[in-house]
């Protein structure tokens, strides 16, 4: 996911509790978690939350602190004697940090927040607790099978994060648009109308007035969305980029392009920000957490103008990111981070109170039947449509793919590589066979670097 850059440092202090009481009040635990001081932990979490004291720094990017931030009061409630400060920047900052501090030995925040590009660049980390020796596994029924394995080390022995939330990806479009055009708006009808390529012609035809309004802000992204769960290679790190109907995609993204359809820009800029509040740039796609920032950073004054429904193009239902939480083993107040976790992430009331605020669809699913009007209710923003209804029905169809240290690097080349290839008047078949080409040559290095692992998990068949 990405978030708007800027940094926000706050701190939550509970309420009667004065800071001196809690300074350098550290876990039973050593930085090295051991399977007795991690049954410590479990007990003194799930069987005396007041006992205990502590002052814990959880790093991330927004609008996870808002998320964290709507929650804290339930937490409050059951740990009264835990000061939580909210350490917060743009994602890229966020990350670039963590892993200088997790290589240090120092500097890590209590508990961090991994975005899902990330997290198979930490699942075999050791500088992260495995939190199976908190009584983690305890859990995993709780959580979509998809993401749960995401953390799960190679040699299937550890776990290093706790899900967070999960990406259902949503097409996103004007409804104003779509019907000053004459097309249709409610979810199902839009859903059927573009579920061939020709279909998603039509509309990009339709909604597109040459350089003034336009149908993306890239012909690229529909190619993109079929890789949108970063399954770029199978477990022998193939890497697999033929899919179904993945030519014809191609093929209409070269007929948006050519007839002037897209704005050629990053979906992420802040031209396509302003495009999308106004109206000039009609639809895009993204996990549903996309949802919440259309209400609060894109274009909070558009409620009404906005509706939501599959992926077009005959897609199957996939996953856009998600986060999840760590606790580094440098951590000297595990127990304090783990009540964090174990209530923001495996409880119906954290988790839904961050979903009311922040629109961070849930990866513990009893979440979604305590509340059931938070995932069935009509939505205002949206006019009454309820895209959290299609993002529960798309989360229960994701299936489980094979995630790599290379997946990160190799998105980045279906941008680049398309526009390459359409600019060079190439086929499809030939911009299939150049992005093969760029993502073998970039992801190399970090290829062997992935056996590597393997092999040192034990698990890597040549």
Known sequence: MKKKLQKIVSVLLITGMCASMVTGCGSKAAQATTEEAG???????????????????????????????????????????????????????HHQA????????????????????????????????????????????????????QAVSDDGTRLVAIP????????????????????????????????????????????????QRWFLPSAAYPYQWMFINRDYYDEKLNLVLE?????????????????????????????????????????????????????????????????????????PATNWGGSFLVIPEQSENKEAAWAFVKYMLATAEGQNAMFKAVDYFPAYEPAWTAAPELYTDPDPYFGGQSPNAIAAKIAAEVPTVYNTIMDTTAEGYIYSSFNAGAEAGETPEQIRERLGSDIEAACAELKQQQIQTLKDAGVWQE
């Open 98 to 149: 963590l892993q200088t501090a997790l290589a240090a030995g120092e500097g890590a925040p209590d508990v961090a927040m991994v975005e899902g590009a990330y997290i198979a660049q930490y699942r075999n980390s050791t500088a992260l607790t495995d939190l199976n020796l908190l009584g983690a596994q305890d859990l995993k029924n709780d959580f979509g099978a998809f993401k749960w394995e």
């Open 243 to 315: 899919r179904e109907g993945d030519l014809e995609c191609i093929d209409a993204c070269l007929k948006i392009r050519e007839n002037g359809w897209d704005m050629d820009i990053d979906m992420w800029s802040g031209e396509a920000y302003a495009a999308y509040a106004a109206g000039t740039c009609v639809s895009v796609a993204a996990g549903s957490w996309f949802s919440g920032f259309l209400k609060t950073d894109i274009d909070p004054d558009g409620a009404g103008h906005w509706g939501a429904t599959v992926l077009p193009g005959g897609m």
């Open 39 to 93: 049954k410590e932990i479990a007990a003194a979490v799930d069987a005396d939350p007041a006992s205990i004291k502590a002052h814990i720094e959880v790093g991330g990017w927004p609008s996870g602190d808002d998320g964290f931030k709507a929650a804290m009061e339930g937490f409050n409630a059951i740990y009264p004697n835990i000061e939580v400060e909210l350490v917060f920047t743009d994602t890229t900052s």
């Open 164 to 211: 967070w939330d999960l990406g259902p990806t949503l097409y996103y479009y004007r409804t104003d648009v779509f019907e000053e055009v004459g097309l249709p708006t409610d979810p199902e009808e839009v859903a059927e109308l573009m579920k061939t390529w020709d279909g998603v012609l039509e509309v990009a035809e339709k909604v597109s007035i040459p350089g």
